[in-house]
Nanobody, 123 residues
């Protein structure tokens, strides 16, 4: 049974940092493309970042480029999203996702999802 479990969310002041983790079980994370998405109240889930299966290719939403970094530790079977210089508009529930094929900006492209972790950035 595949399971993705996010952690690391919380309340932080604007300008602060958080590191989200996504612990995977039931699949070898090193062989999967990984994505991070977020959903703010009343809005659709949106793409944040993705990492290719090889780990050599990354892509970011324009709104987070230069502030967020996606990575993966294959030995721990865990993915990460390092978030720096946080802004109030980053407030959302953050979800990690995995797919055995290609990374994508599309929500519908991912086979597996975590339950989400809340990130709240105060001004």
């Amino acid at each position: 049974q595949v399971q993705l479990v996010e952690s690391g969310g919380g309340l932080v002041q604007a300008g602060g940092s958080l590191r989200l983790s996504c612990a995977a079980s039931g699949l070898p994370f090193s062989s999967y493309a990984m994505g991070w998405f977020r959903q703010a109240p009343g809005k659709e889930r949106e793409f944040v970042a993705h990492l290719s299966r090889s780990g050599r290719s990354t892509e970011y939403a324009e709104s987070v480029k230069g502030r967020f970094t996606i990575s993966r530790d294959s030995g721990k079977n865990t993915g990460y999203l390092q978030m720096n210089s946080l802004k109030p508009e980053d407030t959302a529930v953050y979800y990690c996702a995995a797919d055995p094929w290609y990374p994508s900006r599309s929500v519908t492209s991912y086979s597996y999802w975590g339950q989400g972790t809340q990130v709240t950035v105060s001004s």
